[in-house]
C-alpha cells in the first residue's frame, strides 16, 4: 500500500504560483501514473494533470488552461505540480493519487486511481 504526501500548498494571491509536491516512502512511484486533481467545496473532484511513468501526459485544459506543468523527478521519488497564473477559482484541495495499471497512456478519471493522499489546501485570493 503506498502512503502519499501532498505539500506545497498555501494562500498566494490571485496571478501567482505555487509548487505543490507528491512523495511517498512506501516504494518507488517511478512506474506508476500520478495524476493530480483538485476538489472546491461543494464540487465533484476533477482531474487536472497527470503523467505516467515513461513522461506522456495528459491535461484537463478546462481547468488549468495551459497554467500548470506536471513533472517527476525519480532520483527524489516525487512527482511536480507547477501551477502559474493562480485565479481564484484554482481554490481547492489539491489530491495526488496513483495509478498502478501500467497503461502507456494516464486518464483523468478519478476511478482509475487506486491510493491517494490525504490533499493540500490551495487558496487564491482576489
Known amino acids: 500500500q503506498l502512503h502519499l504526501v501532498e505539500s506545497g500548498g498555501g494562500l498566494v494571491q490571485s496571478g501567482g504560483s505555487l509548487r505543490l509536491s507528491c512523495t511517498t516512502s512506501?516504494?518507488?512511484?517511478?512506474?506508476?501514473?500520478i495524476g493530480w486533481f483538485r476538489q472546491a467545496p461543494g464540487k465533484a473532484r476533477e482531474g487536472v494533470l497527470c503523467?505516467?511513468?515513461?513522461?506522456?501526459?495528459?491535461n484537463n485544459a478546462d481547468a488549468e488552461k495551459g497554467r500548470f506543468a506536471i513533472w517527476r523527478d525519480n532520483a527524489k521519488n516525487t512527482i511536480y505540480l507547477q501551477m502559474n497564473s493562480l485565479e481564484p477559482e484554482d481554490t481547492a484541495v489539491y489530491y495526488c493519487?496513483?495509478?498502478?495499471?501500467?497503461?502507456?497512456?494516464?486518464?483523468?478519471?478519478?476511478?482509475?486511481?487506486?491510493?491517494w493522499g490525504q490533499g493540500t489546501q490551495v487558496t487564491v485570493s482576489s
Open positions: 493519487a496513483v495509478d498502478m495499471s501500467f497503461q502507456t497512456q494516464c486518464d483523468l478519471s478519478t476511478a482509475a486511481y487506486e491510493y
Open positions: 512506501s516504494g518507488p512511484l517511478n512506474p506508476y501514473i
Open positions: 503523467i505516467t511513468g515513461r513522461g506522456g501526459r495528459i
